[in-house]
């Protein structure tokens, strides 16, 4: 571990996220499911295609599609881009 590791950014807000971009560790949050509030990626599964998430509000641990959550989080962006609205969007936070 170095310096830097323990430092977080902001990422993937202004470009479309692929599967690559998820990694143990990052932070989404998705504005179709608020409710769920802010989940951890706790495992990711390329082979199979899902991420095993931890949800902060409803504090319990789920298994995703990845190519769901980032069809969500991109659809958020391809809207806002247009509109140039920067708040109220999915978002990932990566490590």
Known sequence: MNEYDEHWSIGHTRQYVTTDSIRVGCIL???LLKEWGAGVVL???KDQDRVRIHWQK???I???NTSTLLHY???D???DEKKKKDYNRSFMIER
């Open 43 to 45: 495992r990711v599964d």
């Open 77 to 79: 962006y391809e809207k």
């Open 58 to 60: 409803l504090n319990i």
């Open 29 to 31: 949050y998705i504005k």
């Open 73 to 75: 989080i991109n659809q």
């Open 62 to 64: 789920k298994y995703h």
